[in-house]
């Protein structure tokens, strides 16, 4: 029964976790690495199942017994109960001494937690260290959170030492010290078999009495772990709470016009990303974002879809603020596409169906096919029931992208954002994708991040971003001819696309 309530907790546990984890926003993911993510969630979770499942039993045994014994020592004579006595107060008082190393035992947890996030990373970007022959040696924050546990665990040993070694020969040195005071008394006792009942009695209940305090540890040790694990999960599930973006109860959208005034933002840390934007996407309309690196496209999508929480200003769609709206009426009206396309080891059919879990076979098929998935299905003997990543089933980057697009038609969100989702294109797979495309923006309200200018160069305008603010905006003609910036980046283009290898510079 303990056993089912210790599972039963961890279980709960874990929901609470992953549910909380689904709510959480982008700028928590972006000052938590998955490792520790996973490490908390997961395996703290798993760390609370011995305190419960041998809460009951355990705990009984190392209250009633130590009691019990001392009751029957004294019951057979006090010179037993005495030294059972003595025996429980001094190893009181040696366990009390090894209880002095919890803090050493707080930073021997958070070494296990930061080592094991760390590892799952490296596990993660094996490929790298294999490309480039990295050593552990050359990853210096797993090599120093290596050292920094090693250092940790030693001096937490070395704190336990003394009192640990003072325990071991409190029990095994207590019983042979006092048999030899005993037996010289062996002349003032009449009675020899008293006497030796009574050394019979002491052996016993003194090996009994070390069970009993062995559980004590135990439970100590189960119960400091379980309440290391409790309040890290605390901790962790707290940052995921005040990490969410303020959200409204509003479901309903009156049209899907997105205005932006006055918008400002930055991370945590570090200097304003965005300042002072404003601008107005027109329903059913194609807008292209494009700048260079680091100017604040990416961000400012990721604004638009509600994933983090502006500094200032004001973000409304359909004239109400973007708060005002549930995250769940956000997810239903926008489609958010990434340049790395992430799929689950699921199905084909399940990873598109993820978009609308209630949509119907007929649905999900006509998902696949506007976005150009057929090829891709017809690969695989299991058709859409495929695995994606088991039994060497791996897709290119360019048909997990469509899937994704899949996905993302299924959705019919009205307004659909494009990250740089052309970015890594094979040639197989551009003219596929290409159509893909076309048929998730029928109709829509896209917003297109594109490094690829020639895809944009139709669009209804386009907003040329510089150091987090707009500098020009327009059509491709009108900023050729108007903006400096636009025809700097448009040059670049030109220049990569006409790159060629020059065979007489490699010679």
């Not at 004294?74 to 803090?103: H, K, P, Q, Y």
């Not at 009495?209 to 999960?233: C, E, G, P, R, V």
């Not at 108007?482 to 060629?500: C, P, V």
Request: glycine share 4%; aromatic share 10%.
């Amino acid at each position: 029964m303990s056993h089912k309530l210790g599972f039963r907790l961890e279980t709960r546990l874990r929901k609470i976790g992953i549910n909380t984890l689904s709510k959480a926003s982008f700028s928590f993911f972006d000052t938590h690495n998955s490792g520790y993510v996973r490490k908390v969630i997961d395996d703290n979770a798993a760390e609370t199942h011995m305190m419960v499942a041998h809460l009951i039993p355990d705990n009984t045994r190392a209250v009633f017994m130590p009691i019990l014994l001392l009751v029957l020592s004294f019951s057979i004579s006090w010179r037993v109960g005495l030294t059972i006595s003595i025996l429980t107060l001094a190893t009181a008082i040696v366990l009390a001494s090894m209880m002095e190393g919890n803090d050493f035992m707080t930073l021997y947890q958070t070494a296990i937690d930061n080592l094991s996030a760390e590892t799952v990373e490296y596990v993660r970007g094996i490929e790298v260290v294999k490309v480039f022959g990295i050593s552990v040696q050359s990853m210096h924050k797993l090599c120093n959170l290596i050292y920094t546990y090693a250092q940790t665990a030693y001096k937490y040993s070395q704190v336990c030492k003394k009192p640990y070694v003072l325990y071991q020969l409190l029990f095994y040195g207590f019983v042979p010290f006092i048999t030899i005071p005993l037996i010289f008394s062996l002349s003032a006792f009449n009675d020899l078999k008293t006497l030796a009942i009574e050394l019979i009695m002491t052996f016993l209940l003194t090996a009994l009495m070390l069970t009993a305090h062995m559980s004590i540890m135990f439970i100590s040790m189960y119960t400091f772990k379980a309440n290391y694990a409790i309040d890290t999960l605390e901790k962790l599930y707290k940052e995921m709470e005040s990490s969410k973006v303020a959200a409204g109860t509003n479901t309903e959208f009156h049209n899907y016009q997105i205005e932006l005034k006055d918008v400002c933002f930055s991370y945590k840390t570090g200097q304003e990303i965005l300042k002072n934007i404003n601008c107005t996407f027109l329903e059913n309309k194609f807008y292209a974002l494009v700048g260079a690196s680091g100017s604040g496209k990416s961000t400012l999508a990721k604004l638009i879809a509600g994933y983090y929480e502006i500094k200032s200003g004001e973000i409304r769609i359909g004239g109400k603020l973007l708060s005002n709206y549930s995250q769940a009426a956000l997810h239903k009206a926008i489609a958010f596409v990434f340049q790395d396309a992430k799929l689950f080891k699921k199905s084909i059919y399940e990873n598109v169906a993820l978009a609308k879990p209630n949509a119907s076979k007929e649905e999900v098929f006509q998902a696949l096919d506007a976005a150009c998935c057929q090829p891709i299905i017809a690969k695989f003997k299991d058709g859409v029931n495929t695995v994606i990543g088991s039994q060497g089933v791996h897709l290119s980057v360019g048909e997990k992208q469509r899937i994704v697009i899949a996905r993302a038609i299924l959705q019919k969100a009205p307004i659909v954002i494009l990250d740089e989702a052309q970015a890594a294109l094979d040639a197989d797979n551009e003219y596929e994708l290409q159509r893909a495309f076309q048929n998730l923006m029928r109709h829509k309200t896209v917003i297109m991040i594109a490094h690829r200018l020639s895809a944009i160069k139709q669009s209804d305008e386009i907003i040329v971003l510089a150091k987090g603010q707009i500098q020009a905006r327009g059509k491709h003609e009108d900023l050729l001819a108007n903006s400096t910036d636009y025809q700097h980046i448009w040059a670049l283009f030109e220049q990569a696309n006409n790159w060629r290898v020059n065979d007489e510079k490699l010679a």
